[in-house]
Structures are given as C-alpha cells and as structure tokens.
C-alpha cells in the first residue's frame, strides 16, 4: 500500500520541502541557542479543506491540508515543521498518519500561513 501511495501522490503531486529547525546548545555568554534549520524534499499535495470541515477553531479559514507520502521519509512530520511550496510556507499546526499494518503510508499535515 505504501508503493502505491507513494506512486499517486508521485503521479499527481509535486515535489515540496519539509523544513525542520532545531536548537543547538544554549550559549549563556549569548544568552541564546543557534538555531539550524534542516530541509528534505517530499513528494505530496496540497489540498483545500471543504466548507463544512472548518470550524473556525481546530481548523480555521485559509487553513489547507498537505497530504505527504511517507516513503522515503526518514523522520515523520511534526507540529512547527515548515513545509515550502514554491514561495510559500505553511506552516505545520497538525499531523495524522494513516498507516497499514503499522507502518506510515501517508502523513495528512493540517497546515497554515
């Protein structure tokens, strides 16, 4: 299942970037932590939400959902990640697997500017 997801989101996605930034070690005489920010490319596929699916809450207007394929992922996706779609970043707010026999086949990020 999870080749055949990977093949249609291949087929009818587009390449995108996952970015995660991660704090070294804090430097008292600074008083901060570099930050480094690391960048893997995914295949996946942004989509709208419906109408009846925002509720101005949980998942508010603008809000889109990117639905990523999960082969080839090493780390699985995370709230604060960043994804990169041509010049726009959006912003991880949430993320559900859907898996087979428990291994991930695609990652759904809820995602905003």
Do not use: F
Request: with cysteine; aromatic share 2%.
């Amino acid at each position: 299942m999870q080749d055949d997801a990977a093949a249609l989101i291949a087929e009818e996605g587009k390449s995108l970037t996952l970015r995660r930034a991660v704090a070294g070690a804090y430097d008292p005489a600074t008083s901060s932590a570099e930050i480094t920010a690391t960048d893997v490319t995914v295949k996946g596929m942004i989509l709208n939400y419906r109408d009846s699916q925002r509720d101005g809450t949980l998942v508010q207007s603008g809000d889109r959902k990117a639905v990523l394929t999960a082969k080839g992922l090493s780390d699985a996706p995370q709230q604060n990640d960043v994804i990169i779609d041509g010049s726009d970043e959006l912003n991880i707010v949430g993320v559900s697997r859907i898996e087979e026999a428990g291994v991930p086949v695609v990652y759904v990020c809820q995602v905003r500017k």
